[in-house]
């Protein structure tokens, strides 16, 4: 489309059947509007120049046309542009789906054949999605548990301690008819939660067997440690190490003990001896295999017993050749 100087030519150009009865003035007018003062004198100077009327029957006869037209040529662009038709549509573009972590979701689930998890992701956030599968899997799990019952399950108070150990005895199973035996030789016959005192030192082995209401039987089994009450032996006074066979030992001892230190010092703070286990003894001589003077010795004797009392013992012992 070429450019047009004079606005009488555009509008017959444009509208080859339009007969405009228009003095020239006008078009003169309407030329030097658009320069001076832009499209918007220009539509005020049409209406004042050829009337309201006439100018009503341009517009609505062709007026996507001549908008298309008049903007080409006043805007003195000489690039020849293409007048693209307008297209009226009632439907609303579209806006794009924003790609999100849920989307995708939704999006994977798509292409498999569940179409039950796809409503399912579509309508929920992926957290409560996720939430739901895992509730369904504590479920499984405990009725797997409810099914897996056992029959038997001992639960004692404590499984090991000094005498008298008295211990409390517990079927946690599903079992109604518990019968015991206690391993010392004594038992007790359909008793659900038992007690049973232990005063001989030892290793017992329990036993459990229970029947449920529909006749079914099974057994379990603990043991059950028992010591003696521990004790830490008596220190001499004095000791002769000297090879006789008579007290050639300072010795430190006791019973059901599991932890025990001795350590003896001379008159300056020196150790001379130092024994880390249960048993020991010293036989009178020092860290080099020297024997060490005639006179009296300190020593401090800490031990804990396998119940857990603690003893602690401190003296002096005479050692004489």
């Known amino acids: 489309m070429k450019k047009h100087d004079d606005i009488e030519d555009l509008f017959k150009e444009s509208f ?42 341009i517009a609505s006869s062709a007026a996507t046309v001549i908008g298309t037209v ?21 439907k609303t573009a579209e806006t794009p789906i924003e790609e999100t972590p ?5 999006t994977a689930l798509s292409d498999s054949n569940d179409n039950s998890m796809v409503d399912v992701a579509k309508t929920k956030p992926v957290s409560q999605v996720k939430s739901k599968t895992q509730d369904k899997e504590k479920f499984d799990n405990l009725i797997k548990e409810l099914k897996e019952e056992k029959i038997a399950l001992i639960t004692p108070s404590v499984v090991s301690g000094t005498v008298p150990l008295i211990v409390d005895f517990s079927n946690k199973g599903n079992g109604r008819i518990n019968n015991w035996d206690f391993g010392d030789g004594k038992k007790e016959k359909n008793k659900l939660n038992p007690f049973h005192v232990y005063d001989i030192p030892g290793i017992y082995t329990v036993i459990l067997t229970s029947t449920t209401a529909d006749g079914k039987t099974t057994a379990d089994s603990i043991k059950i440690e ?21 007290r050639d030992y300072f010795p430190f ?8 230190k001795a350590t003896v010092f001379d008159f300056s703070g020196k150790i001379v001896f130092e024994s880390n286990v249960v048993g020991g003894k010293w036989d009178g001589k020092d860290k080099n295999g020297i024997n060490v003077q005639e006179g009296k010795y300190y020593y401090i004797v800490n031990a804990e017993g396998i119940g857990g009392k603690k003893y602690e013992r401190k003296g002096t012992i005479k050692l004489a050749r």
């Open 253 to 260: 001892n006791g019973e059901n003990l599991k932890y025990m």
């Open 102 to 106: 849920a989307n995708k979701v939704v």
């Open 70 to 90: 008049m903007i080409m040529n006043w805007t003195g662009n000489t690039t020849k542009k293409e007048v693209l038709p307008i297209v009226e549509t009632n």
């Open 226 to 246: 028992v010591y003696g009450n521990s004790n830490l032996s008596d220190i001499p006074e004095s000791f002769t190490p000297n090879g006789d066979g008579d």
């Open 16 to 57: 080859e059947n339009f007969e405009a009865d228009v003095r020239p003035q006008t078009w003169d007018n309407v030329q030097t509007a658009l320069k001076g003062a832009g499209i918007g004198v220009f539509i005020k100077a049409m209406i004042n120049k050829i009337g309201t009327n006439t100018l009503i029957g």
